[in-house]
């Protein structure tokens, strides 16, 4: 593992893996937690849960071109792990291609030990904009299954 291209971080979600695993693959519950701040929205236009299907989300200010991710499942565990690959675009720009996702999700005493390992970024630079995103993505994670 390249620590300049690679990002992990671990997060405790007080909830089960199965929800969690759920905020993941379904698209009620991504355009809830997939979006790039307060204000911001989401729309899941491709969402074909199983290994070999593929995924699209559009995420942003209203009123602005969106960030547009794509990608596809590469492994599929409920409700222990996914693995997929991600591919994000701004404004038919590409910031990055083909990177790996995988989320670890680990049963702790009804709590989820969420274990998110980003891989393959083309540079540092690029793994650090990631890193600005995804807390905000988990923490969304966090407040919509407490909620619920």
């Given at each position: 593992m390249n620590d300049d291209t690679t990002l992990r971080l671990e997060r405790i979600i007080d909830a089960s893996p199965d929800s969690v695993f759920a905020a993941w693959t379904t698209r009620e519950a991504m355009e809830a937690w997939y979006r790039d701040g307060d204000g911001a929205v989401a729309r899941v236009t491709e969402l074909d849960v199983r290994v070999?299907?593929?995924?699209?989300?559009e995420f942003g200010p209203p009123g602005e071109p969106p960030f547009v991710e794509v990608g596809e499942f590469l492994e599929l565990d409920?409700?222990?792990r996914l693995v997929m690959t991600e591919?994000?675009?701004s404004d038919r720009q590409t910031m990055w291609a083909e990177t790996k996702v995988t989320v670890?999700?680990?049963d702790q005493n009804?709590?989820?030990r969420c274990v998110l390992t980003h891989e393959g970024f083309p540079d540092r630079d690029r793994r650090d904009?990631?890193?600005?995103?995804w807390p905000g993505f988990l923490d969304r994670i966090e407040l919509?299954?407490?909620t619920r």
């Open positions: 070999g299907g593929r995924y699209r989300v409920p409700p222990r591919t994000l675009m670890e999700l680990h009804g709590k989820t904009g990631a890193l600005g995103g919509l299954l407490s």
